[in-house]
Antibody, heavy 122, light 107 residues
Framework: EVQLVESGGGLIQPGGSLRLSCAAS????????MSWVRQAPGKGLEWVSA????????YNADSLKGRFTISRDNSKNTLYLQMNTLSAEDTAIYYC???????????????WGQGTLVTVSS | EIVMTQSPATLSVSPGERATLSCRAS??????LAWYQQKPGQAPRLLIF???IRATGIPARFSGSGSGTEFTLTISSLQSGDFAFYYC?????????FGQGTKVEIK
């Protein structure tokens, strides 16, 4: 059974940094591209970042202005999102999602985690 | 960046009726479009990819159509579990983008 379990969320002060993790199981992690998608409270879905199965290709949303970095450790079956210079606008549930392709998400995201809540507030 | 616009924002439908949701892309995205369903407190679920292909386990009452800039998700006969939010997403260009969503509510 495919499982994606996010962790690392919590309350963080503006200007702070946080690293989210997504532990994957039930499939060969390195064979799949992965992404992060976020959802602010009461709002819609916002695509954040994507990474290929090998980790060699990465893409970010323009709005992030380089503050977030996606990475993965295929030996640990884990996806990461390093988030820096956080502001209140980054408050959201952060989901990791699997793309059924090793290179990029050319068929959408077929499995999602339950998300981890990041709250940026003083 | 490709802007995805969904309409209507809210759709009120009676159980058993048909629901038609629209999604428009600001530029040609060919058939590189997915539809997701999201219920309160849950993660999104993939319904349709490549504009018209149902994902594994998705009932036949869900169908997608369109290409280029105009897309439609049709739910042929709404069941109680179908009342939810629906999002379209393009994966033709980076960055990927979602529509703002359509809420399907009970009339």
């Amino acid at each position: 059974e495919v499982q994606l379990v996010e962790s690392g969320g919590g309350l963080i002060q503006p200007g702070g940094s946080l690293r989210l993790s997504c532990a994957a199981s039930g499939f060969t992690f390195s064979n799949y591209a992965m992404s992060w998608v976020r959802q602010a409270p009461g709002k819609g879905l916002e695509w954040v970042s994507a990474i290929s199965g090998s980790g060699g290709s990465r893409y970010n949303a323009d709005s992030l202005k380089g503050r977030f970095t996606i990475s993965r450790d295929n030996s640990k079956n884990t996806l990461y999102l390093q988030m820096n210079t956080l502001s209140a606008e980054d408050t959201a549930i952060y989901y990791c999602a699997r793309a059924p392709d090793p290179y990029y998400d050319r068929s959408g995201y077929d499995y999602w985690g339950q998300g981890t809540l990041v709250t940026v507030s003083s | 960046e490709i802007v995805m616009t969904q309409s209507p924002a809210t759709l009120s439908v009676s159980p058993g009726e048909r629901a038609t949701l629209s999604c428009r892309a600001s530029h040609n995205i060919r058939s590189n479009l997915a539809w997701y369903q999201q219920k309160p407190g849950q993660a999104p679920r993939l319904l349709i990819f490549d504009a018209s292909i149902r994902a594994t386990g998705i009932p036949a009452r869900f169908s997608g159509s369109g290409s280029g800039t105009e897309f439609t998700l049709t739910i042929s006969s709404l069941q109680s579990g179908d009342f939810a939010f629906y999002y379209c997403q393009q994966y033709n260009n980076w960055p990927r983008t979602f529509g703002q969503g359509t809420k399907v509510e009970i009339k």
